[in-house]
């Protein structure tokens, strides 16, 4: 398996515009999760889905933000209006179980920086 | 959730045993206990996980002792490329899902 991957890899955007990210979890892994790194406030949990549905958002900062799992196998995180606190690294992670947090497998990040 | 505390950084030598302790005083009956590794410019990685006692793969040792109040993950003869942050995670056994992240112990290893 290619294991988790995320697209793109860098985006660089001017404050205002929306930024899609993008995400293909483990074949077979029916979690998803979204987490966001920075220097001031490490990793964070943003949300996170099961079989396709939103189980719990509590970490999404504001309404620019969101998240859609239209399938098992693609999941966005989309920021509309994006700001520049908003640059990061954007890690997706997937797992087959939640049990014991054993066996999330990160992909390698977005790292976004918004101008 | 219980609550991490971490040496924010260590420094070490090659070829040395490493030691990391973490502290999760209101650690769940039901909790394991996993530890994640951090590369820069790479996502966490999976490297050991255990519920009490002692538990060693290919990568990494795992000491809990029986009060579970604290862990210690050992590095045996670490190298440069051990160079990352490890994160300690207590929980997991009814969490729904949550993989909270503390803020990590950043190793250091020098030749």
């Known amino acids: 398996d290619a294991g988790v991957i995320q697209s793109p890899r860098h985006e660089v955007t001017e404050m205002g515009q929306e930024v899609t990210l993008r995400c293909k979890p483990i074949?077979?892994?029916?979690?998803l999760f979204w987490y966001r790194q920075t220097m001031m406030r490490g990793l964070e949990l943003l949300i996170y889905f099961n079989n396709n549905v939103p189980i719990d958002d509590s970490g999404m900062p504001e309404d620019r933000f969101s998240a859609k799992m239209p399938n098992a196998s693609f999941s966005t995180l989309k920021i509309q209006p994006s700001e520049p606190r908003d640059s990061a690294v954007y890690f997706c992670a997937s797992s087959f179980t939640v049990l014991a947090n054993y066996g999330y497998t990160f992909g390698s990040g977005t790292r976004l920086t918004v101008v | 959730l219980a609550k991490t505390t971490q040496p924010i950084s260590m420094d070490s030598y090659e070829g040395q045993e490493v030691n990391i302790t973490c502290s999760h005083n209101?650690?769940?009956?039901?909790?394991?206990i996993t530890w994640y590794q951090q590369f820069p410019s790479q996502g966490p990685r999976f490297i050991i996980q255990?519920?009490?006692t002692k538990v060693t793969n290919e990568v990494a040792s795992l000491f809990i002792p029986a009060d579970r109040k604290s862990s210690t993950l050992s590095l045996p003869r670490v190298s440069l490329s051990d160079t990352a942050v490890y994160y300690c995670l207590p929980g997991g056994g009814n969490q729904g899902g949550k993989l909270i992240f503390g803020q990590g112990t950043e190793l250091s290893v020098k030749p």
């Open positions: 209101n650690i769940a009956t039901n909790d394991y």
């Open positions: 255990g519920y009490k």
């Open positions: 074949s077979g892994h029916d979690y």
